[in-house]
């Protein structure tokens, strides 16, 4: 059972649920402890040791039956509760049909299913080796019941049934004999579907395992040019990657506060020991930052958008304050709508709402529009963060009203998914942005992006 | 004296005597975490009782309960142990002519001094320090549960510092040594799931999710918490109460809030669940205007201008 349990976990990664060489091992010790009596147990079991997080348990349900079955009956023999001579009259008129479907009835009958080299065969006719696609299983399992002959069988059974009631079998007894032989034949499907799930899963299982940085590569690859899938997996990666940057930007709060002595809160608090300074109290820095970012949601940078404004609301507990502005055309406050909801969920939502236009982004009417409706939006305590390609479609980019801008403001931070070649290239405008900025970092992919992220909030 | 649980079907029927339903699975992993010694970290939203299994885990087993609640800020010093200080000084004090005596006749400031530090372990003994929740755990005199109580309240840096003590069971006092677990505590974490848990923790620990209960369950609880209510008159509040969850509300009621709104029920001495008390009553299950309106809108009664429910605006509850 050990053996099959580590199979299990391996599949378990495949699927991308994370589990550790400790959790495996206590996963087979979680199994001794409940027995393998009780599957539903043995289940519970299996899923508390090895899956920790909701979004992960559907994936384990669909691999347990899978690997330890579904608990379907086993085929049963049909000759078995029959008298001698209506024996005897089976095995005549299953001749008697000349060996028409032959195998699969003799399965059916006998109780002895396929051997595993037979499925294989099957399996590989049905065009197994071609796939590895876990959706096509069902499609597989189709073809190789084809195959064996499930779709004339009900005719095939009919005529049997025709031959025994000729031979003079009794109708109880036909009865009797059809209710097993059909039992067998869903066992038989069931049986067969579960092999041929099982198979893509473990091809599956070995085809990731050697190419071990799935998500590694997903990180690197440039945030414009993903599939909906694969925005799919980072939005699941970005879960983690938050995880990861708020341990870090706790830590550093942690660490900066055993900085300058705070005397009147010392003084405070030590008023129970009589004066005498034994707890002393440090200065808490004000070290989370206010952000206001400034997005630009034109139709290639939405994706960009989408995983920066995630990636801050999700750590919105590491920010003071963060309010979000997108633009295309012209520029609209978005948090107002976040606000309320599980904020990094509304943010595709939120964004997604705003209509799209192609050549129509306009940075400099968006910040003029800022000025005049969101001043206070900025003071010398926030951090102004620009999200855009500085692509203006050779509109008048308003270089002033940005200079503006960051003299009001504390930092101003640029992201931009272009990298500095490009700037300057056709209706780019960054290269008269850039001497504005505080600092431009470079966003063109999720790690990229967490790297900024880990700076504005280290900044302080 | 504790007594573990010998099955699973023991921890349930153990469980439900102390007045909690458990589910197949929640009898299960109980059961598990006693069995492998592992901590169990129950994770699910606010109010679906995470906190009374910690209570009637300890009822059923006999073991005495300790509980943490986190907060963010929570620190070592309110978690593990703190020097008595005021003990300490006082001592000082009253010690003073003692004192005198050790140090009477040293030569130099540097020989007082060396003299007063052979004696320090006097003021640095377990006699001035005053265990907090996770050392009394570990020092208690008969196996202990220690409920570590909405784990994702506290800061990511206080989950760092659980990592130690809950896989090894000792914690390292600078001043005494180590101190192991006396017994090997049985470890509680509940968490409201507000923000995702390191995955160091999660590894440590079995992982039970806890969901809002089915009809039948939840209805069990009621007549277990709420003795004396009709049994017709707990399923239809309970329907109404499942109803109400599948609304998309700011704050979903809780079973703590189905158990408040029975009792309610029963003060005013309801027959049924009729349009007329509800209005009386619905502030005990939802705590947002909005949310009431939206109830109103799916009992296909909203109430006019005049007669709005005016008593819902309980104080925001997160």
């Known amino acids: ?460 | 004296m504790s007594q573990p649980f010998a099955s699973i079907p023991d921890t349930r029927q153990r469980l439900s005597a102390s007045a909690y339903i458990a589910s197949e699975e929640i009898g299960t992993i109980v059961f598990l975490a006693e069995q492998l010694g592992k901590p169990l970290l129950a994770e699910g939203p606010a109010g679906v009782g995470k906190t009374e299994l910690a209570k009637a885990w300890a009822a059923a087993t006999g073991r005495p309960l300790i509980r943490l609640q986190c907060y963010e800020g929570l620190d070592e010093s309110k978690a593990l142990y703190e020097w008595e200080y005021a003990k300490q000084m006082l001592y000082t004090q009253l010690l003073r002519d003692s004192l005198r005596t050790t140090l009477d006749g040293a030569a130099s400031l540097a020989e007082a001094a060396a003299r007063l530090a052979a004696e320090d372990e006097v003021f640095f003994s377990e006699s001035f320090l005053l265990p907090r929740p996770l050392l009394a755990a570990l020092t208690s005199e008969e196996p202990a549960l220690l409920l570590i109580d909405e784990i994702d309240r506290a800061d990511v840096e206080f989950e760092a510092f659980l990592l130690e003590i809950l896989s090894d069971f000792q914690v390292s006092i600078p001043e005494l040594g180590t101190v192991a677990a006396r017994h090997r505590p049985v470890v509680l974490l509940t968490s409201n799931d507000t923000r995702e848990l390191s995955e160091a923790l999660k590894r440590r620990c079995l992982y039970l999710y806890v969901d809002y209960p089915d009809l039948e369950a939840e209805v069990e609880i009621l007549r277990l918490r709420v003795p004396g209510i009709r049994p017709a008159l707990a399923e239809e509040a309970v329907i109404f109460v499942q109803q109400l969850r599948e609304l998309d509300l700011r704050k979903v009621p809780s079973i703590s809030e189905t158990l408040d709104w029975a009792r309610a029920l029963m003060a005013l001495n309801a027959e049924s669940i009729d349009p007329d008390t509800l209005q009386r009553t619905l502030g005990v299950l939802l705590k947002y205007e909005s949310d009431l309106a939206r109830a109103y809108r799916m009992m296909g009664r909203l109430p006019g201008r005049g007669e709005r429910w005016e008593g819902g605006r309980g104080p925001a509850n997160n």
């Not at chain 1, 299953?94 to 003799?106: V, Y």
């Not at chain 1, 049986?191 to 893509?200: F, R």
């Not at chain 1, 190419?211 to 997996?233: A, N, S």
Request: charge should be neutral; glycine fraction near 8%.
């Open chain 1, 1 to 460: 059972m050990d053996r099959r349990i580590t199979e299990f976990v391996r599949g378990l990664r495949a699927a991308g649920v994370r589990v550790s060489v400790a959790e495996a091992t206590e996963a087979a010790e979680a199994a001794r402890a409940v027995g393998l009596a009780d599957r539903e147990a043995f289940r519970r079991a299996l899923s508390a040791s090895t899956v920790k997080a909701r979004d992960d348990q559907a994936a384990f349900e669909a691999l347990f039956p899978l690997y330890f079955g579904s608990g379907g009956p086993p085929l049963q023999d049909a000759l078995e509760d029959l008298e001698p001579e209506d024996r005897d009259r089976v095995r005549a008129a299953l001749e008697a049909l000349s060996g028409r479907l032959q195998r699969l009835l003799d399965w059916l009958t006998s109780g002895q299913g396929p051997s595993r080299e037979e499925l294989e065969a099957m399996a590989r006719r049905a065009g197994m080796d071609r796939t590895q696609n876990p959706r096509q299983a069902l499609w597989i399992t189709r073809r190789m019941l084809q195959e064996l002959g499930f779709g004339q069988l009900e005719k095939l059974l009919a005529e049997l049934r025709a031959r025994l009631e000729a031979a003079g079998m009794s109708e109880a007894a036909i009865e009797g004999l059809m209710g097993v032989v059909r039992a067998n034949r869903e066992a038989l499907a069931e049986q067969i579907g579960q092999q041929v799930g099982l198979d893509l899963a473990r091809k599956r299982a070995e085809a990731q395992a050697s190419r071990l940085t799935g998500d590694g590569d997903l990180m690197d690859r440039d945030l414009q040019d993903l599939g909906p899938l694969e925005v799919e997996q980072l939005r699941l990666e970005v879960k983690r990657l938050v995880a990861r940057l708020r341990s870090r930007a706790a830590l550093r709060q942690k660490r900066s506060k055993a900085g300058r002595v705070d005397p009147r809160r010392t003084l405070r608090a030590n008023l129970r020991y009589g004066g005498v300074p034994i707890e002393i109290q440090h200065r808490r820095h004000k070290l989370k930052p206010r952000l206001t970012l400034i997005c630009d949601v034109s139709t290639s940078m939405r994706p960009v958008a989408e995983f920066m404004l995630r990636l801050i609301y999700e750590l919105s507990d590491q920010v003071a304050q963060a309010r979000s502005f997108a633009f295309n055309a012209d520029l609209e406050e978005i948090s107002p709508a976040m606000a309320g909801r599980k904020a990094a969920e509304a943010v595709a939502e939120v964004l997604y709402a705003i209509p799209p236009g192609y050549y129509a982004t306009d940075l400099g009417t968006s910040l003029d529009t800022f000025e005049r409706d969101f001043r206070e939006a900025v003071d010398r305590r926030t951090t102004v963060i620009v999200l855009g390609d500085g692509r203006n479609n050779h509109n008048d980019p308003r270089v002033d009203l940005l200079a503006g801008l960051r003299g009001r403001a504390r930092r101003l931070v640029w992201l931009n998914p272009e990298g500095p070649e490009r700037w300057g290239t056709g209706d780019s405008d960054m290269h008269r942005y850039a001497p504005h900025c505080d600092a431009v970092y470079p966003v063109g992919n999720l790690a990229q992006l967490a790297v900024a992220v880990d700076r504005l909030l280290a900044e302080r």
